[in-house]
């Protein structure tokens, strides 16, 4: 399985890392392992904010790379959970992760059993250098202060993990030919 990401090019890399106040040699680019994926989840969800305010004010919604990365590093923006993790993945991509997105439900102070749409994107992050091929992470650097600040392991056991801002577990909801990941918090 191959990744779907567009990837960011290496100056929209450069400045990536510089928004997030990480550093970044293009001669030598961080390694695709689990310390610089933390990194990168943690200083986005703290430097780029959450904000919905086009969705708000009915402006037009465009998912691309490059519009993406205009918003959100150029004009220093903030924005919603599609562009977010969509700015994440196109990152990630570059640096050599594996990353797909999914639909999911946030189940965020609400009862497991209550109604929830498939209305929130979020990352699975695979190929981690130094960790076992097949272990894959949720990544969410989308949905603002509730989101954990590191990758957490997915795994659909029902294990719970802590991460900031609580504790955090995976359950797969079986929908009409779709199977998503749901995080409850």
């Not at 430097?47 to 998912?63: A, K, S, W």
Request: charged fraction near 20%; proline fraction near 7%.
């Amino acid at each position: 399985m191959s990744s779907t990401a567009t990837a960011l090019s290496p100056d929209q890399l450069r400045l990536y890392f510089e928004r997030l106040g990480l550093p970044f040699s293009a001669a030598s680019p961080p390694a695709p392992n689990l310390e610089t994926l933390t990194a990168i989840v943690a200083e986005h969800q703290s430097r780029i904010p959450f904000e919905n305010l086009d969705c708000v004010l009915l402006r037009e919604i465009v998912l691309d790379v490059d519009v993406l990365f205009d918003k959100l590093v150029v004009r220093r923006r903030g924005g919603f959970c599609f562009e977010m993790n969509g700015l994440a993945q196109a990152a990630l991509a570059a640096l050599g992760f594996e990353v797909f997105p999914l639909l999911g439900r946030a189940r965020w102070a609400r009862p497991a059993d209550a109604p929830a749409a498939l209305v929130h994107t979020m990352l699975v992050v695979s190929g981690v250098a130094g960790e076992d091929p097949a272990k894959q992470f949720y990544v969410d650097v989308g949905m603002g202060g509730v989101s954990p600040t590191r990758p957490l392991e997915l795994r659909a056991d029902g294990t719970v993990q802590t991460g900031s801002g609580g504790d955090f577990r995976f359950v797969v909801a079986t929908l009409p030919e779709i199977a998503a990941h749901v995080l409850c918090v």
